[in-house]
């Protein structure tokens, strides 16, 4: 296992969120082995909320922006949300490379949380005449919400798989990403699929990417040819840490008092891939830039 590696594997890592988290999904199709989980955790929103305050306010000295813009519209969408304990956006991808969002959201207040927050975004929620966790929810979202005392946990219409009878071993996998003190954490476990599977998948993820690479209207050929070159780079390099890793952390922390930031990057590679050879290199290389100072007004 490695941390904090060189610009290259940062550098791709961004292209892997980055395309993992904007894309458009395909339709979806479940393999024999299910999704792979990517667990996308923040500590708490309270915390969240703390330091966007600081970097609109005291960073950027944006007092009545952030009290007449920003802050209202995230408030809006926190009535019944538990702001001290983590929240959960993650994302499933099957093995036909498509995916799906799922998320957990701490409640505070169970019916302010659907009476407050679901309802006037459009969101009808009908319990289950057999199910006291179990919730039916229609109209400008159609999928499930399954409930514990804490938790409400939601799933898309067609697959009400996503939610185990108990929530207990599907919250539990934020722990370790919020043990190492991160703000915000994110996971891929490939240890569920095999190597031939999520090269097989990518494909359909390959396609859906390079599809929005689209020439502009005041672009060149030549200056599109190479931005559509730099895209194919990106996603080969994109492929390669997501094929032969078993398993990918990425952690920030964020110290909105001394207004900087870490980034934790952690991969796993698969034994004898070519980013197992890749990766054992770095340990003879030293960064290009260890010698480089954080200027001394940093956001982060």
């Not at 007092?63 to 813009?69: A, G, I, M, N, V």
């Not at 080969?236 to 980034?263: A, H, N």
């Not at 004898?272 to 200027?295: H, M």
């Amino acid at each position: 296992m490695i941390s904090r590696p060189s610009k290259a594997i940062w550098c791709a890592f961004t292209a892997f969120a980055a395309a993992l988290f904007l894309t458009v999904p395909a339709p979806a199709q479940e393999n024999d082995s299910g999704p792979t989980r990517v667990v996308v955790v923040i500590s708490s929103t309270e915390a969240l909320v703390a330091d966007l305050e600081h970097m609109v306010v005291e960073l950027a000295g944006q007092q009545d922006k952030w009290d007449e813009s920003v802050y209202p519209n995230i408030d809006i969408f926190l009535y019944g949300v538990d702001r001290e304990r983590p929240i959960r956006f993650d994302q499933l991808i099957d093995g036909e490379g498509a995916r799906r969002y799922q998320m957990l959201i701490p409640y505070s207040d169970l019916d302010e949380f659907i009476q407050d927050n679901l309802d006037p975004i459009g969101i009808i929620v009908d319990e289950s005449d057999n199910d006291d966790t179990l919730y039916e929810l229609e109209d400008v979202y159609e999928g499930w919400m399954r409930v514990d005392e804490k938790y409400a946990a939601f799933a898309e219409k067609d697959f009400i798989s996503d939610l185990p009878k108990e929530l207990d071993e599907l919250l539990s996998k934020h722990d370790a990403l919020l043990e190492n003190g991160y703000d915000i954490g994110i996971q891929l476990d490939n240890t569920e699929t095999t190597l031939e599977e999520r090269r097989d998948g990518f494909g359909n993820f390959r396609e859906n990417v390079l599809a929005g690479v689209k020439k502009r209207p005041d672009e060149t050929k030549e200056a599109y040819a190479l931005r559509y070159a730099n895209s194919e780079n990106s996603v080969e390099t994109l492929e390669q840490i997501y094929v032969e890793s078993s398993d990918i952390t990425v952690g920030i922390i964020i110290d909105g008092e001394k207004s900087e930031g870490r980034g934790d990057f952690r991969l796993t590679p698969v034994a004898d891939s070519e980013l197992a050879k890749f990766v054992a290199t770095l340990a003879e290389e030293p960064s290009a830039f260890a010698g480089f100072q954080p200027a001394d007004n940093a956001i982060l």
